[in-house]
């Protein structure tokens, strides 16, 4: 009785040491590249609930830190992304709040991440009555991305696809040679302009009507 009375105990302390292990950003980062590009298709909508639970963890432990709220966004963008249905709309809004919150915080934080984030929302949601895109406040919000990381993969590649549908050439900065115009098929986040549409019809999809 002694004996399983100890290994039940032992069995609950390993139980809260693992619950209480902190999470790290390089953890979440390598996880969400995991759930994203080496995870069967089936099996995505469980590794990002459990990857933004992971996220929500982080950022829960600690609440000043902007890298942690980004990434939480990204985390729910992607998983907005994949799972699409009714919730997908709340994802977006709540990853659209921790970016802002993060801005406040540390605005230059990885690298403009928060202003390329918010700008490619805002590019890929739909407008409204059903979402809040806006197209001019991507642009905006790319913009500063663009003045915090000029030669980045990512802002350059959201800013080229916010601008193209509008016909705004004239306006597309041209990357030096061996930065962002050489790696433009770098694997991108989830709501990267290939899956653009994608994601717009999965948010608007649970409001719209068939005719």
Known sequence: MKIRILLLGLLLWTGMVVAGTPVSLEDIQ????????????????????????????????????????????????TDAGVNGGLGALGKVKEARKYLEEAEKIDPDVLNGSVYTSLGSLYYQ?????????????????????????????????????????????????????????????????????STTQQLRKLVAAPYLTPI
């Open 30 to 77: 390598r996880e969400w590249a995991v759930a994203k590009y080496q995870t069967a298709e089936d099996d995505q909508e469980k590794a990002f609930e459990k990857l933004v639970a992971r996220a929500r963890q982080r950022v829960e432990s600690n609440p000043g830190d902007a890298a942690a709220k980004v990434w939480l966004a990204i985390a729910l963008s």
């Open 125 to 193: 949601v739909p407008g409204w009555p059903i979402g809040f895109g806006n197209d001019d406040k991507a642009e905006e919000y790319l913009k500063k991305a663009l003045k915090l990381n000029p030669d980045g993969i990512d802002p350059n590649y959201f800013y080229q696809a916010c601008l193209r549908p509008r016909d705004r050439f004239w306006d597309i900065p041209v990357p030096k040679i061996d930065s962002a115009f050489d790696n433009l098929f770098v694997p991108q986040p989830s709501w990267s302009p």
